[in-house]
């Protein structure tokens, strides 16, 4: 069964930093498109990175590109989502997925419908 865990959250001032975690488990995928999305109060959960674990190719969405970097560490079947120069919009909670992918094309394209495997989420709060 597929397990994922995320930690990190917290509440920083604007143009902080914090580093999400999302622990991975019951899965071997040989390739998979993982990916952060973020959810605020009223709001869609919208995408905010992804990484084709095939290759390592990443993508972001435009509102945090230069900010956030996701990254992988294989050997610890873990999943990061690093974030400085915090904004009060980024303010969400954050939650990391996961699903089998060969090719890697579909990966960028942010679709959260696509992905069966989710995390339970991290709070994220950014103040002014």
């Known amino acids: 069964q597929v397990q994922l865990e995320e930690s990190g959250g917290g509440s920083v001032q604007a143009g902080g930093s914090l580093r999400l975690s999302c622990s991975a488990s019951g899965y071997t995928y040989s390739s998979s498109c993982m990916g952060w999305f973020r959810q605020a109060p009223g709001k869609d959960r919208q995408g905010v990175a992804e990484?084709?674990?095939?290759?390592?190719?990443?993508y972001y969405v435009d509102s945090v590109k230069g900010r956030f970097t996701i990254a992988q560490d294989n050997a610890k079947n873990t999943l990061y989502l690093q974030m400085h120069s915090l904004k009060p919009e980024d303010t969400a909670v954050y939650y990391c997925?996961?699903?089998?992918?060969?090719?890697?094309?579909?990966?960028?394209?942010?679709?959260?419908?696509?992905?069966?495997?989710w995390g339970q989420g991290t709070q994220v709060t950014v103040s002014s």
């Open positions: 997925a996961t699903r089998s992918d060969y090719s890697g094309k579909a990966c960028g394209a942010f679709r959260s419908t696509w992905y069966p495997f």
């Open positions: 990484i084709y674990t095939g290759d390592g190719s990443t």
